[in-house]
């Protein structure tokens, strides 16, 4: 027993330190000579698609999200199912709600134009998350960049990796530390939730089920979100500015006036109460360890070197 739990220990540092050793290969300046104009390109892209909907730049955040909490940020979730594998895309977590595959695409195909073969879809990915939180009045962070694509993706995994809108915070703590995330990270990486809509079928547990909501509140959507029927029926997670990046939505917390259960569990008598505190109270704050963790999620797992691919199509493997 002794000796299979030290394999078992050595397995798990080992894949630890090949996981850090291919984020330290992430550069800034890792396409500088090869694709000069990348940062512009993603820029301009990002741009325009939130000009015509603001609501795309919670989408293109969460989709990274998504991405990197699956076996780490290699553009796995934006594959389509093929006949040797299903994606995540029809994962419970992203079925009908994952969005924005489609300016992830336009933007590839204008760094393709300008610098074919070379950029992965997993980077573009990283950089639009990060411009689009900026776009919306976010911070900004530095994206180290020389990610490549996976070839394959899995729903299973999806199902299994992606936060729930159900999970208690001891389940929310668990599951970011299998990320490698921190209790921290985990408070200040949920302030992307002042972004951004959620659907009657994810929110509707909380406001009918739950005690820890504001009642003038809870009656409020459940005059919009009835006990059956309207699943997709979307209302803001930040009640006040849903397209501005913020901190309100650690005040709502505070008033117990946010949309989902496993929000609610930041603020709730438990070990994370001090940080939304300090968040509600300190946008600074909250901005400097949401750029931090943004760099620190952006880092999971990365493909480097040889491993994966440079998707030409981020919808298939070459």
Same mark, same amino acid.
């Given at each position: 027993m002794a000796s299979t739990y030290s394999l078992l220990l050595f397995a798990l540092v080992a894949a630890a330190t090949v996981s850090e050793a291919n984020a330290a290969q992430l550069r800034a300046d890792f396409y500088s000579c090869s694709c000069r104009n990348l940062l512009a390109i993603v820029k301009t892209?990002?741009?325009?698609?939130?000009?015509?909907?603001?609501?795309?730049g919670a989408s293109i955040l969460r989709l990274h999200f998504h991405d990197c909490f699956v076996n780490g940020c290699d553009a796995s979730i934006l594959l389509d199912d093929t006949s040797k594998f299903i994606g995540e895309q029809t994962a419970?977590?992203?079925?009908? &709600?994952?969005?924005?595959?489609?300016?992830?695409?336009d933007i590839k195909a204008m760094v393709e134009k300008e610098c074919p073969g070379v950029v992965s879809c997993a980077d573009i990915l990283a950089l639009a998350a990060r411009d689009s939180v900026v776009y919306l009045g976010g911070p900004s962070w530095e994206v180290g960049l020389g990610r490549r694509d996976s070839t394959t993706a899995s729903r299973l995994d999806a199902n299994n990796s992606i936060p729930a809108p159900s999970f208690s915070l001891s389940t929310l703590?668990?599951?970011?530390?299998?990320?490698?995330? &921190?209790?921290k990270d985990l408070v200040a990486l949920s302030g992307a939730h002042t972004i951004g809509l959620a659907q009657c079928r994810l929110?509707?547990?909380h406001i009918y089920n739950d005690t820890n909501i504001d009642a003038s509140y809870a009656k409020f959507l459940r005059s919009k979100c009835p006990r059956t029927g309207k699943d997709r029926l979307l209302e803001p997670l930040d009640r006040q500015t849903p397209f501005h990046f913020d901190n309100l939505y650690y005040?709502?917390?505070?008033?117990?006036k946010v949309l989902?259960? &496993?929000?609610?569990?930041?603020?709730?008598?438990? &070990?994370?109460?001090?940080?939304?505190?300090?968040?509600?109270?300190?946008?600074?704050?909250?901005?400097?360890?949401?750029?931090?963790?943004?760099?620190?999620?952006?880092?999971i797992k990365p493909l480097t070197g040889k491993k994966g691919e440079i998707r030409l199509n981020c919808a298939k493997v070459n």
């Open positions: 892209g990002i741009t325009k698609a939130l000009q015509k909907e603001a609501r795309m419970a977590a992203n079925n009908n &709600s994952a969005r924005g595959f489609n300016v992830i695409d703590k668990q599951n970011f530390a299998n990320q490698g995330l &921190s209790e929110f509707r547990p005040k709502n917390l505070v008033q117990k989902l259960h &496993s929000d609610q569990e930041l603020y709730n008598g438990g &070990s994370t109460d001090h940080l939304v505190g300090k968040y509600a109270t300190d946008r600074v704050a909250f901005f400097n360890d949401f750029a931090k963790g943004m760099v620190k999620m952006s880092r």
